[in-house]
């Protein structure tokens, strides 16, 4: 299983997170709101979006690079492509891998299993 997070998985363009944040599907728990969208490939790509109410840069790049360590370790959860937009809530305070991954991992599961359920009844 490939465990890398290379160019192809990642969303860069303004026109593909547009895209997402106007056609994709919302998942949210308590800190963290998850726009999803169907992909006509097999690779799902990772956008993630954190403003400056989140801190300095340094503090939104640590938050950066831990979720995007979390959807590289749980990437597999998920069955086809999809695109995704991760916008964390204002009051995220707890920043360790651990917890981020838990809480993801559930979106990311909530997120294959809704996609299916609406591939099957198209």
Do not use: C, W
């Amino acid at each position: 299983m490939d465990q890398r997070f290379g160019r192809k998985e990642r969303l860069r363009k303004r026109t593909e997170f547009q895209k997402v944040f106007h056609e994709g599907k919302v998942f949210s728990n308590d800190q963290i709101i998850v726009y999803a969208l169907l992909n006509s490939t097999r690779i799902s790509r990772l956008g993630i979006t954190a403003g400056r109410k989140f801190g300095n840069a340094v503090k939104r790049n640590r938050l950066k690079r831990i979720f995007r360590e979390a959807y590289r370790l749980n990437k597999h959860v998920l069955n086809r492509g999809v695109d995704i937009i991760i916008l964390p809530r204002t009051g995220f305070t707890d920043l360790t891998l651990k917890s981020i991954e838990d809480k993801f991992k559930e979106l990311l599961m909530q997120i294959d299993r809704r996609l299916e359920n609406e591939i099957f009844l198209n």
